[in-house]
T-cell receptor
Framework: GIQVEQSPPDLILQEGANSTLRCNFS?????LQWFHQNPWGQLINLFY???GTKQNGRLSATTVATERYSLLYISSSQTTDSGVYFC???????????FGKGITLSVRP | NAGVTQTPKFQVLKTGQSMTLQCAQD?????MSWYRQDPGMGLRLIHY???????DQGEVPNGYNVSRSTTEDFPLRLLSAAPSQTSVYFC????????????FGPGTRLTVL
């Protein structure tokens, strides 16, 4: 199956700083999504981005499918950005998602 | 829209007991799935369904059964609970899987003693 690696595993930021989270995957995909799991455990879909670039407020994401990686950018971080960020990829007709192990982000006031 | 709902939120079972985790969605999504989340492991797919009457296995299906009799509901059954099934279980749905965002329920925290 597809392998998904996320880096760095942990990240500590001061409020207001910017950050880049990386997701590498081992095969061609037709589905790539970024999720944020907040400290209460809720999983929120941030982006559906199998290719290209998208922006939503302070967050943006870029997927370079030919080079098998995706980046999530967080600008002007806030304490509410803390939590775990997951990248998940899928391929084929049913495109079952395979998740990375996540990046734990802590934003300090 | 309630989105994806799961019941119960918490459950404690003894080894060998059976139970059903409920999942429902009101977005008319064809694709539904169950994941388990263990510390340091991310989320792993247990079973999924691409429509009523159609189910298939994911990465970790052993010990779990599913059925999909309606578009809205996708229950997960533990036949004989084991301590290794202690985990947080998430149900998710999406419109047409390879084109759409996946929406998650709030999760069920299960402890098997």
């Amino acid at each position: 199956g597809i392998q998904v690696e996320q880096s760095p595993p942990d990240l500590i930021l001061q409020e207001g700083a910017n950050s880049t989270l990386r997701c590498n995957f081992s095969d061609s995909v037709n589905n790539l999504q970024w999720f944020h799991q907040n400290p209460w455990g809720q999983l929120i879909n941030l982006f559906y981005i199998p290719s290209g670039t998208k922006q939503n407020g302070r967050l943006s994401a870029t997927t370079v499918a030919t080079e098998r990686y995706s980046l999530l950018y967080i600008s002007s971080s806030q304490t509410t950005d803390s939590g775990v960020y997951f990248c998940a990829v899928g391929a084929g007709a049913n495109s079952k998602l395979t998740f990375g192990k996540g990046i734990t982000l802590s934003v300090r006031p | 829209n309630a989105g994806v709902t799961q019941t119960p939120k918490f459950q404690v079972l003894k080894t060998g007991q059976s139970m059903t985790l409920q999942c429902a969605q009101d977005m008319n999504h064809e694709y539904m799935s169950w994941y388990r989340q263990d510390p340091g492991m991310g989320l792993r797919l247990i079973h999924y369904s691409v429509g009523a009457g159609i189910t298939d296995q994911g990465e970790v299906p052993n010990g779990y059964n599913v059925s999909r009799s309606t578009t809205e509901d996708f229950p997960l059954r533990l036949l004989s609970a084991a301590p290794s099934q202690t985990s947080v279980y998430f149900c998710a749905s999406s419109p047409i899987h390879y084109r759409g965002r996946e929406y998650f329920g709030p999760g069920t925290r299960l402890t098997v003693l």
